[in-house]
T-cell receptor, first 114, second 113 residues
Framework: DVKVTQSSRYLVKRTGEKVFLECVQDMDHENMFWYRQDPGLGLRLIYFSYDVKMKEKGDIPEGYSVSREKKERFSLILESASTNQTSMYLC?????????????FGSGTQLSVL | GENVEQHPSTLSVQEGDSAVIKCTYSDSASNYFPWYKQELGKRPQLIIDIRSNVGEKKDQRIAVTLNKTAKHFSLHITETQPEDSAVYFCAAILNTGGFKTIFGAGTRLFVKA
């Protein structure tokens, strides 16, 4: 079974702090994604990466950056956290070898910015 | 870019009844349409999908239909059970590298026993 692990289930940060959300997958997947989930808005794509050191902006990249130094790890960075970034963050991975399109999600990180 | 709209946002049905969730997409080049189910407090998981060269696909009590001309696709759940209660997300993918998945806003389904 594919395992996608997000380092924290709950996180509380203060406005202006730099926040790192970590995601690790153990199935050698090429593609990794960061989504945020908000009630009534579904899952919105922040950034994705289809290879080490590659990154592509999703639909809502403002206020975020990412890092993919190793294939198994994809980090989401909030350079200066703001209250409107309070949300559930979901990491996902996929691979052409497992159908390419099928996403395997982590358990999510509920971030609260105070 | 691709935009996916999903209706209704909330759906309540009696156990044993059918449930239908509808989605539309904007980019006619999208070619893969998955459905994810998210139970309370859990991660979304793929339950069924359909490709653009197929009009209908069935897996036990769930089925998906796709109308490429109208850019509509739907999820049908028959003989609903309480364990079907969850949030369902439709999505569309434009396979141009990276498999970028765009989701609808979700439908919260309540199945009343």
């Amino acid at each position: 079974d594919v395992k996608v692990t997000q380092s924290s289930r709950y996180l509380v940060k203060r406005t202006g702090e730099k926040v790192f959300l970590e995601c690790v997958q153990d199935m050698d997947h090429e593609n990794m994604f960061w989504y945020r989930q908000d009630p009534g808005l579904g899952l919105r794509l922040i950034y994705f990466s289809y290879d080490v050191k590659m990154k592509e902006k999703g639909d809502i990249p403002e206020g975020y950056s990412v890092s993919r130094e190793k294939k198994e790890r994809f980090s989401l960075i909030l350079e200066s956290a703001s209250t409107n970034q309070t949300s559930m963050y979901l990491c996902a991975s996929s691979s052409p070898e497992t159908g390419g399109e099928k996403l395997f999600f982590g358990s999510g990180t509920q971030l609260s910015v105070l | 870019g691709e935009n996916v709209e999903q209706h209704p946002s909330t759906l309540s049905v009696q156990e044993g009844d059918s449930a239908v969730i509808k989605c539309t997409y904007s980019d006619s080049a999208s070619n893969y349409f998955p459905w994810y189910k998210q139970e309370l407090g859990k991660r979304p998981q793929l339950i069924i999908d359909i490709r653009s060269n197929v009009g209908e696909k069935k897996d036990q009590r769930i089925a998906v239909t796709l109308n490429k001309t109208a850019k509509h696709f739907s999820l049908h759940i028959t003989e609903t059970q309480p364990e079907d209660s969850a949030v369902y997300f439709c999505a569309a993918i434009l396979n141009t590298g990276g498999f970028k998945t765009i989701f609808g806003a979700g439908t919260r389904l309540f199945v009343k026993a």
